[in-house]
């Protein structure tokens, strides 16, 4: 049986119980993102030059986790379809073939940044000062590989069969021990970004570990079992999957344009202006990742009543998704108002670095009850099986910040790259509303008069 019974269970419900602790689960997963950068920040004599170098690196580390959500995020919604039309067999070979897609992905990710990471760091930024520390941490982050995409993939079929509590309870036990050892190693040990890049690696394997577990156990009702390799199951896996991934790893694209702007603007001051909007990312960070907490956390809810074709809950499970992101964001922007100096005082006491800091938080975040319909939207697409659409429209709100982070700064400086993040989702927000309103009933109605082919 389901933890919960997400065919039948009323959705304001199912959201709490689903979302809330995806959510959760997310705030604590980038929490320890920014325990890491705290602790970067307090390494004697070198604090803000660390910092910036870890904001370097960022852009790599982003693109590697993407590829976890091409698989888990374009292979959850297909198997918990499958499962809303009882056809558990084919869920589970779903997840065999999503489980070693991980695997090689993974393995394939690790040796290409190995060859190519002193090169993608120049290129992402790093000065001769910086380049140093984020070669140190990548070098080190990257022996990780397979835990970090394997475990962030894997979590999206725990959390697709109503397990969110599960996957909640590993990803706390994964960022307490990262804390802990980001501590140990870089305050106790005096490793350095060494050590915050060996503290993530072993919280990484504690999560893959824990969840591979749980997936091979009793408990869940799709288990992972040694099954046929599949291509077509792959195929549609990575078209589902793109738009995620899309989201994803073109934020790494947008942080490298914005790390050789600020570079560029700042002149001397280039690695100031790093060591500020690295501190703004981790803010923003806060906000994003836990709405997508938010948004995966109710895929489930979606896919499974599509695929039992229970047209009237999967549209009020968009409509409660839509709610709870608008209010989530909502409380953030009051945070972003009143504890941006209290956040980044967190990372520096550097006054130059915090008085940017604080002032790039605000304008950075303004747009965040706007970007609340875009998440909503687009990851709702991806749970009813229409990946074209939910890609193009996150590739539409990528291009109009990139462009506008390019464009921006020569009639605004420094701070037209910060403000092109908002300008952007308010963009896109109206696009994607345009775009949804013209399809979703649409594809809605088509599923309602299709029949259900049960594959082996």
Do not use: H
């Amino acid at each position: 049986m389901l933890k919960n019974n997400l065919g039948e269970d009323k959705i304001s419900s199912l959201i709490l119980k689903l979302a809330v602790p995806s959510m959760l689960a997310q705030f604590v997963n980038v929490l320890y993102t920014i325990v890491d950068r705290f602790f970067v920040a307090q390494i004697k004599g070198i604090g803000n030059l660390a910092l910036a170098s870890v904001g370097v690196a960022a852009p790599i580390t982003t693109l590697i986790m993407s590829f976890a959500f091409l698989i888990g995020l374009g292979g959850a919604p297909i198997m918990a379809i499958k499962m809303g039309e009882q056809n558990d067999k084919r869920a589970e070979k779903i997840l065999f073939n999503c489980a070693f897609s991980l695997v090689v992905v993974s393995l394939i990710l690790m040796a290409i940044s190995y060859l190519l990471k002193d090169y993608f760091l120049r290129w992402f930024g790093a000065s001769d000062d910086t380049f140093g520390y984020a070669n140190e941490y990548l070098t080190y982050y990257l022996i990780g590989t397979i835990f970090a995409v394997c475990g962030l993939g894997l979590n999206s079929f725990v959390t697709a069969q109503g397990y969110s509590g599960v996957s909640m309870a590993i990803v706390i036990a994964s960022a307490l021990t990262n804390i802990l050892l980001d501590y140990v190693f870089i305050l106790v040990l005096d490793m350095g970004v060494m050590g915050a890049a060996v503290a993530t690696v072993i919280a990484q394997a504690v999560s893959f570990f824990s969840l591979l577990g749980f997936l091979l156990s009793k408990r869940p009702k799709i288990r992972l079992k040694l099954n046929k390799l599949d291509f077509s199951i792959i195929k549609k896996v990575v078209a589902m999957g793109f738009g995620p991934f899309f989201i994803i790893s073109t934020d790494s694209i947008l942080i490298i344009v914005l790390n050789s702007v600020m570079q560029k603007t700042g002149g001397a001051n280039g690695d100031t202006y790093l060591s500020a909007i690295t501190i703004v990312l981790a803010f923003m960070q806060l906000i994003t990742t836990p709405m997508a907490g938010i948004t995966s956390g109710c895929q489930p809810i979606i896919s499974y009543n599509y695929g039992a074709k229970n047209i009237k809950r999967v549209k009020k499970a968009i409509f409660g998704v839509l709610i709870t992101c608008a209010l989530f964001c909502l409380v953030m922007t009051f945070v972003s108002v009143f504890a941006s100096t209290g956040f980044a005082v967190l990372f520096t006491k550097d006054e130059t670095v915090l008085a940017l800091a604080s002032k790039w938080i605000k304008i950075y975040t303004s747009g965040i009850m706007f970007l609340s319909v875009q998440y909503a939207l687009v990851d709702s697409l991806v749970a009813l099986g229409s990946p074209v659409i939910s890609a193009s429209l996150s590739f539409n709100r990528k291009l109009a910040i990139a462009v506008l982070t390019g464009t921006l700064p020569f009639a605004m400086g420094a701070v037209g790259t910060v403000a092109a993040e908002a300008i952007g989702d308010v963009y896109s927000m109206v696009v994607s509303s345009t775009v949804c309103l013209l399809t979703v009933n649409k594809l809605l109605k088509k599923r309602e008069n299709a029949e259900i082919q049960v594959e082996e």
